[in-house]
């Protein structure tokens, strides 16, 4: 069955310094889409990036990366340069491609940056 | 920019109330979502509907039923609120097919039940 998997329940990370947070997944299918999330203390989650499973390159949006590893089925995100408002939960998600409507979510990293 | 919104940012009921958490999308998507949200569990679905009048069970449908009457809105019920059922809701739309399309996301509503 599908799953996803966020082994690192809290983080802490120096502002200005990057951090990986980790994401593994499990799916029989070929063809899928991985995504990530921000949510702040505010509560509404906001899209962060995405990498489809057909992608030779890695999704990069600004600040965040993508660290796609098929063969070992992880989808880590590298936030550099961290910012005081990167603080917030972090949800690492999952659409397969055989005409499921669903996207698998995982239990989410939260993310502390230091001054 | 793609705006969804919830009737309640906090919501507190009695246990055996009937419960309405709305959600409103604007930009004309036909999938909508409703999700809880429990510290150490992440996003469990509840149910969702891929067009008006269509709806699917998702992991965590007890308890719960949807109402899908117009494109741009989905609405949760509780039938009978129980305090199990204290959560954060949260709702969502995505467009119909492709695997890149992302989930937008609503503020959410923090309900107690009392």
């Known amino acids: 069955a599908q799953k996803i998997t966020q082994t690192q329940p809290g983080m802490f990370v120096q502002e200005k310094e990057a951090v990986t947070l980790d994401c593994t997944y499990d799916t029989s299918d070929q063809s899928y889409g991985l995504f990530w999330y921000k949510q702040p203390s505010s509560g509404e989650m906001i899209f962060l990036i995405y990498q489809g499973s057909y992608d030779e390159q890695n999704a990069t949006e600004g600040r965040y990366s993508l660290n796609f590893q098929k063969a070992r089925k992880s989808a880590n995100l590298v936030i550099s340069a961290s910012q005081l408002g990167d603080s917030a939960m972090y949800f690492c998600?999952?659409?397969?491609?055989?005409?499921?409507?669903?996207?698998?979510f995982g239990t989410g990293t939260r993310l502390k940056v230091l001054a | 920019d793609v705006k969804v919104t919830q009737s309640s940012r906090y919501l507190v009921k009695r246990t055996g109330e009937k419960v309405f958490l709305e959600c409103v999308q604007d930009m004309d998507h036909e999938n909508m979502f409703w999700y809880r949200q429990d510290p150490g569990l992440g996003l469990r679905l509840i149910y969702f509907s891929y067009d008006v009048k269509m709806k699917e069970k998702g992991d965590i449908p007890e308890g719960y039923s949807v109402s899908r009457e117009k494109k741009e809105r989905f609405s949760l019920i509780l039938e009978s609120a129980s305090t199990n059922q204290t959560s954060m809701y949260l709702c969502?739309?995505?467009?119909?097919?492709?695997?890149?399309?992302?989930?937008?996301f609503g503020p959410g509503t923090r309900l107690t039940v009392l």
């Open positions: 998600a999952m659409r397969e491609g055989s005409g499921t409507y669903k996207y698998i």
């Open positions: 969502a739309s995505s467009l119909f097919m492709g695997l890149t399309n992302e989930q937008f």
